[in-house]
């Protein structure tokens, strides 16, 4: 059987190009969930609409929020720990008030690095706009109205999906964005007793609902 999902093209301009392009994005992949979930297959180019839209949309979110730290007050440990999860180390011992300078420069300088689409918007204005849009999904996601709440197991609602609170922790759900959406994209099939899926589901569910259906095809 070969299911078939909108492509990301197939949506008409509504005149506000960037908000058309996340709302097509979002309703796009909860479909795309929704069609493996629902039968067990991918739809077709589902692992490219994953590889090429949804997870540049994560990364963009990722760039987004290295560039924030610089303005967040963020304990210098709490630092540390973020640029260490980058992958770089630190450099030599130095003041508190350098290695926390340095540290932010690290960040910033791997959000301009990681920017998906550079010439469409500056990198990071882009990217802070998809950071401060997934700030308030993740913000809104627990408060989902029952009739709202699509994940098909379980009770219908997201209530039990804490927004997260401390930079570490945006850092964690972000990642795990990008985790369920390579496993969905590798063709794992996702368990619907994983709680990691259901959040990330559960995101994509809120960034439709809340993205409006007037700008869009039902």
């Given at each position: 059987m070969q299911v078939s999902i909108w492509c990301m093209d197939a949506f008409e301009p509504s005149g506000f190009a960037e908000f058309d392009r996340m709302a097509a994005l979002f309703r796009t992949t909860r479909n795309l969930l929704d069609a493996v979930c629902a039968t067990d297959e991918w739809p077709e180019g589902a692992s490219k609409l994953i590889a090429t839209e949804t997870l540049p949309h994560v990364e963009d979110i990722e760039a987004g929020f290295r560039v924030w730290l610089r303005a967040g007050a963020v304990e210098l440990a709490e630092l540390r720990t973020l640029v260490a999860r980058a992958g770089v180390r630190s450099a030599e011992s130095r003041t508190p008030a350098e290695e926390r300078a340095a540290l932010i420069e690290t960040m910033n300088e791997l959000a301009l690095t990681a920017s998906s689409h550079p010439e469409l918007l500056p990198a990071p204005a882009r990217a802070l706009?998809?950071?401060?849009?997934?700030?308030?999904?993740?913000?809104?996601?627990?408060?989902?109205?029952?009739?709202?709440?699509?994940?098909?197991?379980?009770?219908?609602t997201y209530a039990d999906i804490s927004p997260p609170r401390r930079p570490?922790?945006?850092?964690?759900?972000?990642?795990?964005?990008?985790?369920s959406l390579w496993s969905v994209a590798?063709?794992?099939?996702?368990?619907?007793?994983?709680?990691?899926?259901?959040?990330?589901?559960?995101?994509?569910?809120?960034?439709?609902?809340?993205?409006?259906?007037?700008f869009l095809p039902s």
């Open positions: 706009a998809a950071l401060q849009h997934a700030r308030l999904v993740f913000a809104l996601l627990p408060h989902t109205p029952a009739e709202e709440v699509h994940f098909p197991a379980g009770r219908r570490a922790e945006l850092a964690e759900r972000i990642e795990e964005l990008e985790r590798t063709r794992h099939r996702p368990r619907l007793t994983d709680a990691s899926y259901r959040r990330t589901y559960g995101f994509f569910d809120t960034a439709a609902r809340i993205s409006g259906s007037q």
